[in-house]
C-alpha cells in the first residue's frame, strides 16, 4: 500500500471521528450515545494505532 493511499485514509478515519464528535456533542441529552460514543472512539483509536503499526512495519 502507498504511502500516500494510507494517509488518505488515516485523513478519512480522522474526519469520520471529528463527525463523530460535532455529533455526539449535539446530544449531549442522551447517556447512551454519550456511552457509545465512547466505546466507538476507543474502537477508532485502537484501529489508528493498528494502522500506525502497519505503516510503521511497511517503512522498514
Same mark, same amino acid.
Given at each position: 500500500m502507498s504511502e500516500q493511499? /494510507?494517509?488518505?485514509?488515516?485523513?478519512? /478515519?480522522?474526519?469520520?471521528? /471529528?463527525?463523530?464528535e460535532v455529533q455526539a456533542s449535539r446530544a449531549r441529552a442522551s447517556e447512551e450515545l454519550l456511552e457509545n460514543h465512547e466505546k466507538l472512539k476507543s474502537r477508532v483509536a485502537a484501529s489508528l494505532a493498528q494502522l500506525d503499526g502497519l505503516i510503521e512495519s511497511l517503512e522498514k
Open positions: 493511499r /494510507i494517509n488518505g485514509a488515516i485523513d478519512r /478515519i480522522e474526519r469520520a471521528l /471529528i463527525r463523530i
